[in-house]
């Protein structure tokens, strides 16, 4: 009962408002994501890294970020960020690496709690009278998480 009373009041502010509301199947840009696995490097070697796989549509264009957390005794004791560069999908399942910043240490071989983001989106140049004043306009299309527990290999 409560819940028909609250479907019927939205309906009546939505109504008074003028909102449209349309629904339909949602549209996945975002087909697969994955997160593969991970390295350290020997002390004083090159820059932590994840890996994985994303497939999104063709013509958009992608970027993922990553978290990577080292816990001791259930407590966070370093973490570590990063990201890929911007890079444009094709419909087909493409391959990307995200290099890792750590913070207040530098992570070590072994267990990691990861989180990945991965988001689509096209860049729309919007131009106001005078063409030479043109910024850019991200308009965001998907947007996928993938947690999961890694063991990072030197």
């Known amino acids: 009962m409560k819940q028909t009373v609250m479907f019927v009041a939205a309906a009546a502010v939505a109504a008074l408002l003028g909102l449209q509301v349309t629904t339909g199947p949602a549209v996945a840009h975002i087909d697969a994501f994955t997160v593969d696995g991970g390295t350290v490097p020997p002390r004083g070697g090159a820059t932590p890294t994840v890996r994985g796989t994303l497939t999104c549509d063709a013509d958009e264009t992608a970027m993922v970020s990553v978290v990577a957390s080292q816990l001791v005794g259930g407590y966070v004791v370093v973490q570590a960020y990063g990201f890929t ?70």
């Open 85 to 154: 560069p911007e890079f444009m999908c094709d419909g087909s399942t493409q391959d990307w690496t995200a290099e890792l910043f750590a913070f207040p240490v530098a992570l070590k071989p072994g267990r990691a709690d990861v989180s990945a983001h991965a988001q689509t989106y096209t860049i729309v140049e919007e131009c106001y009278t005078n063409p030479t004043f043109c910024y850019p306009v991200y308009e965001f299309h998907d947007v996928r998480e993938v947690s999961t527990r890694l063991n990072l290999h030197p």
